[in-house]
């Protein structure tokens, strides 16, 4: 028997879309599902002025094969020299829609991140002023903290204080991982909301790490045990409009994920709607996949859900994905959640 689900068309609010060849191959992925994505600046050297975003996204719209129609939503990296007057300018003139927030070390190209928070306070002070969201990535980086307790030692020490400082700052806490990440989220007062990845959905530390080490599983922040999975699993499903889609889609090559020093980073573009159909109706809320992926955060971020729409199809018949796609830079192996797959975007 086939089922159909028709939703608005989704948007991806954490996406990682690179530049030359990786972004040629992987931008069509995302494009045939999704409306729009906040485009995250982690490019080499990184996106940080106005100029950098509006360059940046004119190569992304060069790079869109005709007959595909997508947004990218620009996103700043804020660095310890950002300009309060550039930042703002690039929001009033429409370029950025977000600024990033990297702790310095955090993740793959962070080194230009922040180091000291007091640095970057005129630019933060002028981001909850004019209403511009700051998107983090929320980890200490301070090497006495074990890598499984760096999200939740970053609420403590500086999310709250950070918010208790600017309560008028408009925060999006990124990929969040573990059970006090949704609690922050789903309790604090104030402006706050959080993005859930779709691999860490499918999958806890137990999938990366027992009967072998299955690096293409490695990203950051890392997959935490099980009872965190359910935390994030029962938060996206939950229809609470502060948790939606942010896939984190984050391509590696082959060579560059199975190294003695693998990078960071999931690639999950081209199966993550039918991997989230699968996720919903396991916790019984296909009915609330469309505001997790469609509807939460275009309200987020003040602007209008999609006119067109997607449909999603099950059958009998597990759907077969590509392993990994090719790109000019080399392969990139596709997340495999470990399980046949059922659904397919046919519309
Ligand atoms: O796993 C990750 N990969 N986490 C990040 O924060 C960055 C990303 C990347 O750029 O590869
Ligand atoms: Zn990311």
């Given at each position: 028997?086939?089922?159909?689900?028709?939703?608005?068309?989704?948007?991806?609010?954490?996406?990682?879309?690179?530049?030359?060849?990786?972004?040629?191959?992987?931008?069509?992925?995302?494009?045939?599902?999704?409306?729009?994505?906040?485009?995250?600046?982690?490019?080499?050297?990184?996106?940080?002025?106005?100029?950098?975003?509006?360059?940046?996204?004119?190569?992304?719209?060069?790079?869109?094969?005709?007959?595909?129609?997508?947004?990218?939503?620009?996103?700043?990296?804020?660095?310890?020299?950002?300009?309060?007057?550039?930042?703002?300018?690039?929001?009033?003139?429409?370029?950025?829609?977000?600024?990033?927030?990297?702790?310095?070390?955090?993740?793959?190209?962070?080194?230009?991140?922040?180091?000291?928070?007091?640095?970057?306070?005129?630019?933060?002070?002028?981001?909850?002023?004019?209403?511009?969201?700051?998107?983090?990535?929320?980890?200490?980086?301070?090497?006495?903290?074990?890598?499984?307790?760096?999200?939740?030692?970053?609420?403590?020490?500086?999310?709250?204080?950070?918010?208790?400082?600017?309560?008028?700052?408009?925060?999006?806490?990124?990929?969040?991982?573990?059970?006090?990440?949704?609690?922050?989220?789903?309790?604090?007062?104030?402006?706050?909301?959080?993005?859930?990845?779709?691999?860490?959905?499918?999958?806890?530390?137990?999938?990366?790490?027992?009967?072998?080490?299955?690096?293409?599983?490695?990203?950051?922040?890392?997959?935490?045990?099980?009872?965190?999975?359910?935390?994030?699993?029962?938060?996206?499903?939950?229809?609470?409009?502060?948790?939606?889609?942010?896939?984190?889609?984050?391509?590696?090559?082959?060579?560059?994920?199975?190294?003695?020093?693998?990078?960071?980073?999931?690639?999950?573009?081209?199966?993550?709607?039918?991997?989230?159909?699968?996720?919903?109706?396991?916790?019984?809320?296909?009915?609330?996949?469309?505001?997790?992926?469609?509807?939460?955060?275009?309200?987020?971020?003040?602007?209008?859900?999609?006119?067109?729409?997607?449909?999603l199809e099950k059958t009998d018949m597990p759907v077969v994905y590509p392993a990994r796609i090719d790109t000019?830079?080399?392969?990139?192996?596709?997340?495999?959640?470990?399980?046949?797959?059922?659904?397919?975007?046919?519309?």
């Amino acid at each position: 028997m086939t089922q159909r689900l028709t939703i608005r068309r989704p948007d991806d609010w954490h996406l990682h879309l690179r530049d030359g060849a990786m972004l040629a191959a992987v931008l069509p992925e995302t494009a045939r599902h999704f409306a729009r994505a906040i485009i995250m600046p982690n490019l080499v050297p990184p996106v940080i002025t106005g100029d950098d975003a509006r360059a940046y996204r004119d190569r992304i719209m060069a790079a869109l094969p005709e007959g595909l129609e997508f947004t990218p939503l620009m996103t700043l990296y804020l660095t310890e020299s950002t300009d309060p007057a550039d930042v703002a300018a690039a929001f009033a003139d429409g370029i950025i829609h977000a600024v990033k927030l990297y702790p310095a070390g955090a993740t793959t190209n962070s080194a230009s991140g922040v180091r000291d928070l007091s640095r970057v306070r005129p630019v933060l002070e002028k981001m909850a002023e004019i209403g511009l969201p700051l998107c983090i990535h929320g980890e200490v980086t301070t090497p006495d903290v074990d890598i499984f307790d760096r999200e939740k030692v970053f609420l403590d020490t500086v999310l709250d204080p950070l918010r208790r400082d600017l309560p008028d700052l408009k925060v999006t806490l990124e990929h969040v991982t573990t059970s006090e990440g949704i609690d922050y989220v789903r309790e604090a007062s104030g402006d706050i909301a959080g993005t859930i990845t779709t691999h860490h959905l499918m999958i806890n530390r137990n999938h990366m790490l027992v009967g072998g080490i299955r690096p293409h599983y490695y990203c950051l922040p890392v997959a935490k045990r099980s009872t965190h999975q359910q935390a994030l699993r029962v938060a996206a499903t939950s229809g609470n409009p502060r948790f939606f889609l942010g896939t984190d889609s984050a391509p590696h090559t082959d060579p560059n994920k199975e190294s003695a020093c693998g990078c960071a980073g999931v690639f999950s573009a081209t199966n993550t709607m039918a991997c989230l159909a699968h996720v919903f109706e396991e916790e019984a809320a296909l009915d609330r996949l469309e505001g997790f992926a469609s509807l939460f955060g275009p309200a987020r971020y003040g602007l209008p859900v999609n006119d067109t729409t997607i449909t999603l199809e099950k059958t009998d018949m597990p759907v077969v994905y590509p392993a990994r796609i090719d790109t000019g830079e080399g392969p990139v192996t596709l997340f495999d959640p470990g399980h046949s797959l059922y659904w397919r975007v046919t519309a």
